[in-house]
């Protein structure tokens, strides 16, 4: 990806995706809650015009392996964030350039 400076426009959305990151990263409870509603086809949020849950028809590589949502979280945690545990993401500048790096900060291995 090429180095970019957030646009005024950009940041809020940017913003609110680094925020979703770090609680999925740091609060397992939720994360797994929120992991079993998306997978059961009962997220809270739905598509105009007929209602359907936006995750009803999704995931089915996910749902055909009948895993827990924990483990899928667990798995999420290692995979994507390479830790476990107690994690919280910050926002680095890394250049002038405005280039940003995101690392977990702290882990606790079980």
Not at 43 to 49: D, T, Y
């Amino acid at each position: 990806m090429k180095n970019a400076c957030l646009s005024a426009g950009k940041a809020p959305e940017v913003l609110e995706v680094i925020r979703f990151l770090d609680r999925v990263s740091g609060d397992e409870g939720w994360a797994e809650g929120l992991a079993a509603r998306v997978l059961s086809g009962n997220s809270g949020l739905h598509r105009p015009p007929d209602g359907a849950d936006c995750f009803a028809d999704r995931f089915p590589y996910l749902r055909g392996r009948n895993r827990a949502p924990a483990q899928l979280v667990a798995d999420l945690r290692r995979d994507l964030f390479h830790g476990a545990g107690g994690l919280s993401l910050h926002l680095i500048l890394i250049s002038r350039s405005c280039s940003r790096r995101l690392r977990p900060t702290k882990t606790l291995m079980p």
